[in-house]
């Protein structure tokens, strides 16, 4: 039986030493929460095929704030500690860090 939660590190971290480098706590959805997690993954897709970047931006943080359980690690530009709060995902996630969580998601929950 899988773990109520899993780890994530970005791929930008990995290179970084384990006690300084960024790690994001999702928690594991039952089969209803997952197709819900799959329809909205698809329409933050076409959000993004259609151009509207800072649409996706939200679509896809959307999902992160619902399936994120804390994170450790994670500092603003400046060097300094960012408590977690789901609500700040957007200011220190990339769109491409966002994308990496979705296709980490997609791949350890089978979506």
């Known amino acids: 039986m899988k773990q109520a939660t899993f780890e994530v590190s970005l791929a930008r971290h990995r290179q970084l030493a384990p006690d300084v480098r960024a790690v994001f706590v999702f928690?594991?959805?039952?089969?209803?929460?997952?197709?819900?997690?799959?329809?909205?993954?698809?329409?933050?897709?076409?959000?993004?095929?259609?151009?509207?970047?800072?649409?996706?931006?939200?679509?896809?943080?959307?999902?992160?704030?619902?399936?994120?359980?804390?994170?450790?690690?994670?500092?603003?530009?400046?060097?300094?500690?960012?408590?977690?709060d789901p609500d700040r995902i957007e200011d220190v996630c990339t769109i491409d860090d966002l994308q990496e969580f979705i296709s980490i998601a997609r791949q350890e929950l089978n979506i």
């Open 27 to 84: 928690r594991y959805f039952n089969r209803s929460r997952i197709n819900k997690v799959r329809k909205a993954a698809r329409a933050a897709e076409r959000v993004q095929a259609a151009g509207n970047y800072a649409g996706s931006i939200d679509e896809f943080a959307k999902i992160l704030r619902v399936a994120l359980v804390t994170w450790r690690n994670v500092v603003d530009v400046d060097g300094a500690p960012v408590p977690y």
